[in-house]
């Protein structure tokens, strides 16, 4: 009886048949918000399990909803230990609800500043999740598009918590090993080269971006910290050459810095596969050093510099996004992109310039007003902290 008076409801607000499974969940604390929507701490009413559960709001999605739609069929029947699993997902009339695993244990570098000692060992068990994650992925001819730091969290808070590989929002289900994706995506700082000038794409793309997560989790920060002008980045990106400075690398070992190479070849046929990766003398097992990495960590991905890049950076991050927005709502991935690489380079290089105005306005009148401003010890010869 009540079945059916909720439903002669649902029919009269016009819900869709899923919300009925709304009234499974008691909805908690927000966990984050972004564009679209937020995420939500949740109990499973049947068994008082908690999940976290991804709210979006259709009407942020400019009729793109076919996008949640592409994320929810691939998550489904994803199914390995490093990959947060999608439990359930329903919808409203103006919101689409994904119930996921929910993972308490942090993101990535914020875990390792929980640590009080991280060494070479320590780095490369959690790289090896995340490379066992993408391996599953590539095998199901799955590409990610979206590895960085933010996207790596725990399973849960306890010491050996595995590592988990979330937010497929932008992933895609390739048709072959040889198809070609042209649609602007991922995320600035850690999209690969053939991604930014709209070269034509594949699983290479998630390996080039662990290469980047790798370099910067042994270290604390980018191996492309120096350039803020994105033309300058791109030749950087392409030229094969890796900085490792030697006041941060002193001691981690060569097989280290190979793989970071290896994954970070300009041309993605010369990359190192996720399938390879794995067979990597660094991941498979070789020498590595017990230093203790963790004050060097700190001190590069400090929150100062952290703030400072993400301000620098935050127009051009957007810039990607709407990209790839409007890319996806134009044409299918597999289509020629209409979009010119120079003017998208042209574009974010102007955003970079008034960030940069922006935040020295911004710095400057911080300064003025400051009463009895304390010294910094900060050296503009040094890596800086790294954001997306």
């Known amino acids: ?116 000692h991280f060494t070479e060992e320590d780095a490369r068990r959690l790289i090896r999740y995340a490379v066992e994650a993408i391996a599953y992925l590539h095998k199901h001819n799955i590409v990610h598009r979206d590895i960085k730091p933010e996207n790596l969290i725990f399973l849960d808070t306890s010491e050996n918590a595995p590592l988990m590989l979330a937010d497929f929002g932008i992933a895609r289900i390739m048709r072959s090993d040889d198809e070609i994706l042209n649609t602007m995506c991922g995320s600035f700082g850690y999209a690969a080269p053939e991604i930014l000038m709209r070269e034509g794409h594949g699983k290479a793309v998630d390996m080039w971006s662990m290469g980047v997560v790798t370099f910067s989790v042994l270290c604390g920060y980018s191996p492309f910290w120096k350039y803020e002008d994105p033309r300058a980045l791109m030749i950087a990106m392409r030229s094969d050459n890796v900085e490792f400075l030697e006041r941060f690398w002193w001691g981690i070992s060569e097989h280290a810095k190979d793989f970071i190479r290896q994954c970070l070849r300009a041309n993605p046929s010369e990359r190192l596969t996720a399938e390879k990766a794995l067979a990597h003398p660094w991941l498979a097992g070789g020498d590595v050093s017990t230093r203790n990495l963790l004050p060097d960590v700190l001190e590069n991905f400090n929150a100062k510099a952290t703030l400072r ?63 009895a401003a304390a010294p910094t010890n900060e050296q503009s010869s040094l890596p800086g902290g790294w954001t997306a």
């Open 309 to 371: 890049r993400a301000v620098l950076k935050l127009q051009a991050v957007n810039r990607l996004r709407k990209l790839s927005i409007e890319g996806a709502s134009r044409r299918s991935d597999s289509n020629s992109s209409a979009s010119d690489p120079e003017n998208d380079l042209t574009q974010l290089d102007n955003e970079r310039m008034a960030a940069e105005q922006a935040a020295a306005a911004h710095a400057a009148s911080a300064a003025a007003a400051a009463t």
């Open 1 to 116: 009886m009540a079945s059916a008076i909720r439903g002669m409801w649902h029919h009269i607000a016009q819900q869709p048949e899923s919300y009925e499974r709304k009234q499974y969940y008691t909805f908690g604390k927000t966990l984050g918000a972004g564009t679209f929507g937020e995420v939500r701490e949740a109990s499973f009413n049947p068994d008082g399990r908690r999940v976290a559960i991804k709210v979006i709001k259709k009407s942020a999605l400019s009729g793109d909803e076919h996008m949640v739609l592409k994320e929810i069929d691939i998550v489904r029947h994803l199914h390995h230990p490093n990959i947060v699993k999608l439990l359930d997902w329903f919808e409203s009339k103006d919101k689409y609800y994904l119930v996921f695993q929910l993972c308490t244990g942090g993101e990535l570098f914020q875990k390792i500043s929980d640590y009080g």
